[in-house]
């Protein structure tokens, strides 16, 4: 894709996001994700290419790991997927990340339209909502098997409709609807929280292990071993995710944290970092191997590695974080 039209497909995707009333980070130019997006409760991190099947699956993994760490929905925008266009109000998935098209972000976020379609292998297809279903064959005295007979499927299939297990076409979705006479298409929700981890359940020993350099490993043990849950982001622009709960506070504090020397590339990071963390509510640090020339670049507080080494928890960093964040 040409950097003037994916430039040109990113101002949309802002442009759609803000109209819906949505603040909107810095673009963020790695890998993962392109930016991150927040109204009220919703926060979005969003991947934005032009063909979907550009998403791998490492990709799809990572944007899934900080959605998961952040209380976020993944979602990728695009215009293909292989030689075809993505087809309006049309929800596809890549790795198990919902991808859709502008008019259909558009769609769901300004119109408050959802869409009813999603694609998979062999084709598009929809789901039926079974209670309702049940409820409209009883009501008009039809057995599974008339329904069956009327749709040319097997009664099982019918019975699976009912229970909610298994979807299925448009042409026999619609032909349902007209032989129960109701609504029966159950609308689809695009934002999807990660809810379970998408890494191994010993979370902070393989994110220590599982950090990109020996200098991100190093760092990241003293930050767990000051007392933080380490979850490292795969081609983010901050190195990992430290979590922990302070004892004087009932929240969980969540810290963007970036490992590096003091770099221009460093500096440029951390204002990218300090205006995700500004949208997802998160703080954001970056440890630094080396001087530092300041104490904070935008939002995001810059600590020494010697520093680090001489604190002793979760409190006393935050402590350390707030006071440098007020100088």
Known sequence: MQNGERKHLVSRVVEILKEAGFIVS???????????????????????????DGVSEEVARSIKRVAFCLLASPVVVG??????????????????VPAVNTHTLNDYFVEGVQPYVYSAMGGLYVNIEGEVMKEARER???????VAVELGVSRRSVSKYEEGGMSTT?????????????????PLE???????????SDVSRAGVEEAASSLERYILSIIEEIGFEIVTTAH???????????????????????????????????RIVSSLSQVTRTKSVFVVN????????????????DELKRIR??????????EKARS
Do not use: W
């Open 26 to 52: 810095s673009r963020c130019e790695a890998r993962s994700f392109d930016l991150a997006a927040r109204r009220e409760e919703i926060t979005l991190l969003a991947k934005i290419l032009h063909n979907i």
């Open 190 to 200: 695009l934002l999807k929280r990660e809810f379970e981890k998408p890494f191994p």
């Open 290 to 305: 080396g001087n530092i020339k300041r104490v904070q670049i935008d939002n995001t507080v810059l600590i020494r590695k």
């Open 140 to 146: 008009r005295d039809f057995s599974l098997g008339d």
């Open 170 to 186: 448009i042409d026999i979705a619609l032909k349902l609807e007209e032989i129960l006479n109701m609504m029966l298409i159950e």
């Open 79 to 96: 215009e293909r997927r292989g030689a075809s266009f993505l087809e309006d109000d049309v929800i596809y998935y890549r790795y198990g």
């Open 313 to 322: 928890d979760p409190e006393e960093f935050n402590c350390v974080i707030e």
């Open 236 to 270: 983010a622009p901050f190195s990992a995710v430290s979590l922990s709960q302070l004892l004087r506070e009932d929240e969980r504090v969540k810290i963007l944290t970036g490992i590096s020397k003091y770099t221009e590339r460093m500096i440029k990071r951390a």
